[in-house]
């Protein structure tokens, strides 16, 4: 630990000081902004705040931000140093928060949404590429699953947190979902690690000739597609259960409770299978897991199966984030290129999940209703995931695969 600390001038209690702030940071921006608004969709509709076309259409407006942010992470961080964008992006999703308290009009919702997406997409670019460098190499597996657990706390507190807000009335929830962001975002504050300079970073520009490793853009490739496998389960799992089997809303509620279960295991233990297998063999295992859980979540009946297809599938979403990121510093050792590519990696997911979220709900719509149709075509988008990592590498790539 000795050596950590004089390497990067941060004692090991301001390490775990700066995961816990990541952690914050990934719990406000995605796992309270973007899965605390799916339980008060009926909520808003009954309140007669919105029409039921204006909530969706309102929900997908975070999924958009999501993608702007995605490209403009990086730049404003050189404007403004990763720790502060952090921290303005933290206070932005406060703010909308507290904003949605207020039903003024659709246009005032569609633009705090719209910039509560905005801000989840920069930190998602930028949270790790500002902890891990000062996380030892051997334990960043780990420490990236514990910086995305917030994603799964969110989703988890999504089915338990927002409905006892709910009991106090629409308006008190987004107040207490604010005031939730705002003192998280007060813990992390003093959090944030500096900026490391360029050659503590062991940082080395690229020259403009240097190739990219095809191996890169096919992990680009299998990223897009395990997002475009993942929106199904994320969106209808709980209405498949409830309307689809006829088990009920009491039901459904407990299938939602075990895929957050599952999302909060999903973080660190698929960082930790990184770790010890490496991320290529880790996204091979944990891509046939899911293909052959959602195959079997087309089929499925009983509580029991669905709670444990549940829990598996709801580790996905959350876990495969930082599995995606140690394959990309596998591929790319190179700092300033590792946080190049997962910008990348990141815009490729924010754009297929965007782009099919729209898709599955016209196929929901089209079909009328046919939630089997939906997980199968998502187990197919795992499968192509699967079957990327297959396909030759192209000789004398610089990074070997």
């Not at 997406?117 to 597996?141: E, F």
């Not at 187990?379 to 000789?395: E, T, Y």
Request: glycine content about 10%; charged content about 10%; overall charge positive.
């Amino acid at each position: 630990m000795r050596t950590l600390s004089a390497a990067f001038d941060v004692p090991p209690t301001g390490m775990w000081l700066s995961i816990f702030a990541g952690l914050c940071a990934s719990l406000v921006s995605i796992g309270l902004a973007r899965f605390a608004y799916t339980p008060l969709i009926p909520s808003l509709i009954e309140a007669r705040w919105f029409s039921a076309s204006d909530v969706v259409y309102l929900g997908a407006a975070n999924l958009v931000g999501y993608l702007i942010g995605a490209l403009l992470g990086r730049p404003m961080a050189r404007r403004l140093s990763n720790k502060n964008a952090l921290r303005l992006m933290m206070l932005v999703v406060t703010a909308a928060f507290f904003a949605c308290a207020f039903a003024v009009s659709v246009t005032w919702y569609f633009a705090w949404r719209l910039l509560s997406g905005i801000a989840g997409g920069a930190i998602m670019v930028l949270v790790a590429a500002t902890v891990l460098p000062h996380v030892p190499a051997a334990r960043r597996g780990l420490a990236s699953g514990a910086i995305f657990l917030g994603i799964g706390l969110g989703i988890a507190g999504s089915g338990t947190i927002v409905p006892l807000l709910l009991s106090s009335g629409l308006q008190a929830t987004w107040l207490g979902l604010g005031a939730l962001s705002l003192v998280l975002t007060g813990l992390s504050w003093f959090g944030w690690p500096h900026d490391l300079h360029p050659a503590a970073a062991g940082e080395i520009r690229a020259t403009p000739d240097e190739p990219t490793p095809r191996a890169v853009y096919q992990l680009f490739a299998q990223y897009a597609f395990m997002a475009a496998g993942l929106v199904p389960a994320m969106v209808f799992l709980v209405d498949y259960v409830a309307r689809g089997l006829g088990a009920g809303a009491h039901v459904g509620a407990l299938v939602w409770v075990m895929y957050g279960v599952g999302a909060i295991i999903g973080p660190v233990s698929y960082g930790y299978l990184a770790d010890h297998l490496g991320a290529r063999k880790s996204i091979r295992l944990v891509l046939a897991v899911q293909a052959t859980a959602l195959g079997l979540l087309a089929i499925s009946q009983t509580f029991l199966a669905l709670a444990i297809l549940a829990m598996l599938i709801g580790s996905f979403p959350p876990g495969i984030v930082p599995l995606a990121l140690a394959r990309v510093h596998e591929l790319v050792p190179n700092h300033h290129l590792q946080q190049v590519a997962w910008g990348r990696a990141t815009v490729s997911f924010a754009t297929f999940q965007a782009v099919a979220g729209f898709i599955y709900s016209a196929l929901f719509n089209a079909t009328g209703g046919q939630h089997t149709l939906l997980f199968l075509i998502a187990a197919g988008a795992i499968v192509v995931a699967l079957l990327l990592d297959f396909v030759p590498r192209v000789a004398g790539s610089t990074v070997k695969a």
